[in-house]
Every structure is written in structure tokens, then in C-alpha cells.
């Protein structure tokens, strides 16, 4: 019954790496998202994409990219992580004609 | 977008209902109301959604102001299961969910 899948539940890097962190749904969801969660911040949108090839940025796009090269696979790309990037990563997919979104378990990055 | 406003936490006994409310007073005419919710180390799972009219599904009810300006998310009885972070989502079209900071529900034996 797997849905969304996030490579990684717990990710330690260093200060100045590139970081990838990679999100795959299994069910052909035209629509996908990445979110940050922070204590008392709630969940917030970092960049959308509709289709392939697409991106849209989020509320908090700042230090981030994303790649969408296929429909079933969204990265999202620190280019060169910092430590206020410590965060819960959320990956989610939903279809345009579906009543729901899908989240994945997340990803917690930490910078150090 | 439309931002949501809901009480940070909320208490509850078990097996009696609870009445989660959500303010979205900027909403417009064509955003959904979604509810979601994450129990600890999870991600967010879908719970109910609405436009206009009152719903129920397994899990909850959503009752729905006639105005649009605010909802409200009933579980008709509280298990310990349902102790969890619930968020009150405006979905835009085309489709993007806008989370607030949500309200953390607690659930007594």
C-alpha cells in the first residue's frame, strides 16, 4: 500500500553540501509538493510542481530548488546547506480531479 | 491564498465528541475546505473535505458555516487513536494545500 515514498526518514549533513532529498509516489499524481515543519511554524510550502518539467515556487523558496525530470519523482535540492535548513521535510502528491493529498512519512534533515 | 486560524490545542475525554473549529474568513468562492491530520511521526493524512454543505465520511463530520467564513470538524466519539495535530486547509485552485499551524487535540482515558 505504499503511496509516497521519501528516501531518507533521518539525514545528517554538514554546512556547505549539496543536499537531495528525493520523493516517489506510485500513484501517476499530476501534482506534487514539498514542505518544511517547524515547532510552531506549522507545515509550509517550499515549491510545487503540476507536471513534469514544471515548478512553482512556494512561500519559502529561498535556498532551495527542485527537479521534476519524471512524474512520479520530485527533488528538492539545498544547494548549499545551511543550519536554519534543520528541518521535517514533507513530500506530498495529489491528483487535480482527486478529493486528497498523499504525504510521505518525511524526511528529518539535520545541518551541522 | 486564503489563511486559516485555529486554537493551538484543545482537550478532550474519551468516547465524548469534540468540535475542532477553524476560521478561513478570506477564503473564496471556490476553495475547498480540507481537514487533515498527523499523528506523531507521520505525515498529514486526510480526514474530510467541503465547499458548501455539511459532510460525514468514517472518520468526521464537517459542518460549514453558510457564510464560508469558518468550519467546524466533529469526531462524534474521541479514542485515544484520535490524539493528533488536526489542520484546517484552504485548497486552492489549481490544487495547493496552504497549512496553518493547526490545533492539537489531546485525548483523555
Known amino acids: 500500500d505504499v503511496k509516497v515514498t521519501q528516501s531518507s526518514r533521518y539525514l545528517v549533513k554538514r554546512t556547505g553540501e549539496k543536499v537531495f532529498l528525493e520523493c516517489v509516489q506510485d500513484?501517476?499524481?499530476?501534482?506534487m509538493f514539498w514542505y518544511r515543519q517547524d515547532p510552531g511554524l506549522g507545515l509550509r510550502l517550499i515549491y510545487f510542481s503540476y507536471d513534469v518539467k514544471m515548478k512553482e515556487k512556494g512561500d519559502i523558496p529561498e535556498g532551495y530548488s527542485v527537479s521534476r525530470e519524471k512524474k512520479e519523482r520530485f527533488s528538492l535540492i539545498l544547494e548549499s546547506a545551511s543550519t536554519n535548513q534543520t528541518s521535517m521535510y514533507l513530500c506530498?502528491?495529489?491528483?487535480?480531479?482527486?478529493?486528497?493529498?498523499?504525504f510521505g512519512d518525511g524526511t528529518r534533515l539535520s545541518i551541522l | 491564498d486564503a489563511k486559516t486560524t485555529q486554537p493551538n490545542s484543545m482537550e478532550s475525554n474519551e468516547e465524548e465528541p469534540v468540535h475542532l473549529p477553524c476560521n478561513h474568513s478570506t477564503i473564496s468562492g471556490t476553495d475547498y475546505i480540507h481537514w487533515y491530520r498527523q499523528l506523531p511521526s507521520q505525515g498529514p493524512e486526510y480526514v474530510i473535505h467541503g465547499l458548501t454543505s455539511n459532510v460525514n465520511n468514517r472518520m468526521a463530520s464537517l459542518a460549514i458555516a453558510e457564510d464560508r467564513k469558518s468550519s467546524t470538524l466533529i469526531l462524534h466519539r474521541a479514542t485515544l487513536r484520535d490524539a493528533a495535530v488536526y489542520y484546517c486547509i484552504s485548497r486552492t485552485v489549481p490544487d495547493k494545500l496552504i497549512f496553518g499551524t493547526g490545533t492539537r487535540l489531546q485525548v483523555f482515558p
Open positions: 506530498a502528491s495529489s491528483s487535480s480531479l482527486g478529493q486528497s493529498a498523499d
Open positions: 500513484m501517476d499524481h499530476e501534482n
